[in-house]
C-alpha cells in the first residue's frame, strides 16, 4: 500500500519536475553581490531550473535540521526514559519461573 502511495504522490511529482526543467533550462545569471548589480564580482550563470532545485534542496534541508534541534528536548528525555526503565528492570528480582521455582498457585 506505501508503494502504491509513493508512486502515486511520485509520479505526477517527477512529471512536474521534468516539465519545469524543460521550460526553464535557459541559462540565467545569479548574482550574490548587492552592491554591483551591473557587475557582480560573485555571479554563477545556471540553468533557472538547477536554481530552482537547488533551492528547494536547501530548503529541505534547513527545515531538516530546524526540526531535527526542535526535537532535541524529546530526544533526550526519551534517552532518559530509556535509562530509567534499565535501572529498573536491573534492579527488579527475577520471575519465580525464571528461578527454577513452582508457579504459585491460586
Do not use: C
Not at 7 to 26: C, D, F, H
Not at 32 to 52: E, G
Not at 63 to 82: L, N
Amino acid at each position: 500500500m506505501s508503494r502504491f502511495l509513493s508512486i502515486l504522490i511520485g509520479l505526477p511529482l517527477a512529471i512536474l519536475a521534468i516539465a519545469l526543467a524543460v521550460a526553464n533550462r535557459k541559462p540565467v545569471v545569479l548574482s550574490l553581490d548587492p552592491f554591483a548589480p551591473d557587475h557582480p564580482a560573485l555571479s554563477v550563470t545556471l540553468p533557472l531550473f538547477a536554481i530552482i532545485f537547488a533551492a528547494v534542496i536547501v530548503g529541505v534541508i534547513a527545515g531538516g535540521v530546524v526540526t531535527w534541534a526542535r526535537q532535541g528536548r524529546y530526544r533526550r528525555e526519551a534517552r532518559a526514559a530509556r535509562r530509567e526503565h534499565k535501572r529498573t528492570e536491573a534492579a527488579r528480582p527475577a520471575p519465580s519461573s525464571q528461578l527454577g521455582l513452582p508457579a504459585p498457585r491460586h
